[in-house]
């Protein structure tokens, strides 16, 4: 099968990417209860995934009550789960090929604003098909939210994914807008609604153990040489967490590398102290008749 541009083995490789994930998530997901640290789940994930696939499209993202994105333990966290809300937000790649889902795990006893991402997000995919306008499909995910009495993550939206690159476009919003991007056959999409008891805006917190490569430049520094080394052979263009890296003092090697912008950091996306955020994503490839689901 041939879906638009895409030939039969690149669809194939974002199914394989897909189906590595769903098993990763589920048994990520089940590990979460009280006492266990953040550590151990993103640790047994990230392990599943190398022997499921090729590796993480980014670092596995445990963002608890008002985190939103861009959060993963450090080397030496320690801090275990509590009453609390708990959204994994997962990558798998199969020679580049992204697959990208998310789910939240409700122990604050809040699962409505659970519901709330879930069924928007069911909603936005049955939405889906060639022609389709991604801000229409903003705005049925905004209803959805709204209904429940929450309001959904405006700063924040879902994005195209390609060979090695998690976040292009088209861009599908949280929201309704009045000009989308048109839907293709052969896009490939990641949908990710975000609900909330906040104003619905995220910024950035000062927590920071994610980063990317940002370009490719002569370095100085040995050690900061050996991060840069790693990062282009390991990772490429895929963000990588901070704990992922073997070369020793490499805390000073990513600052070197961020002031000569060889990199960026991915600060947490948080919203206000005191409130919650719940999460619910799948990866899909928009076909002639609708789209299919690779990470369900």
């Excluded at 997901?29 to 990230?46: D, I, K, N, R, S």
């Excluded at 995919?125 to 959805?144: C, F, L, M, S």
Aim: charged residues 30%.
């Amino acid at each position: 099968m041939s879906v638009g541009p895409l030939d039969e083995e690149t669809v194939e490789k974002y199914r394989q990417a897909g189906e590595a994930l769903r098993t990763v998530l589920d048994e990520a997901a089940e590990m979460v209860e009280p006492g266990v640290t953040h550590l151990e789940v993103a640790e047994h994930a990230e392990e599943r995934i190398y022997e499921l696939a090729d590796g993480p499209a980014f670092p596995v993202n445990i963002s608890i009550d008002e985190e939103a994105s861009h959060s993963t333990p450090a080397r030496d966290d320690d801090t275990e789960f509590g009453e609390e809300m708990v959204c994994l937000d997962v990558g798998v790649h199969v020679d580049g090929y992204i697959a990208d889902a998310a789910t939240t795990v409700d122990l604050s006893g809040n699962p409505e604003m659970v519901e709330a991402a879930e069924e928007a997000l069911d909603v936005a995919i049955d939405a889906v098909e060639p022609g389709a306008d991604t801000g229409t499909i903003g705005g049925e995910i905004e209803d959805v939210i709204r209904g429940y009495g929450y309001t959904p993550v405006l700063n924040l939206s879902g994005h195209g994914v390609e060979q090695w690159d998690a976040h292009t476009a088209p861009s599908v919003p949280n929201r309704g807008v009045e000009h989308g991007a048109e839907l293709q056959v052969g896009d490939v999409i990641a949908i990710e609604p975000f609900a909330t008891d906040g104003r619905g805006k995220v910024s950035e917190g000062a927590k920071e153990e994610i980063y990317g490569l940002e370009r490719e430049r002569s370095v100085r520094n040995r050690q900061a040489r050996q991060v840069l080394d790693q990062v282009t052979s390991e990772y490429r263009t895929l963000p990588f967490a901070a704990r992922w890296l073997d070369a020793s003092r490499a805390e000073m090697a990513l600052r070197r590398l961020k002031q000569q912008d060889v990199i960026h950091g991915y600060p947490v996306l948080k919203e206000e102290d005191g409130c919650l955020v719940s999460q619910a994503e799948h990866t899909l490839i928009v076909t002639e008749d609708g789209c299919e689901v690779t990470t369900a």
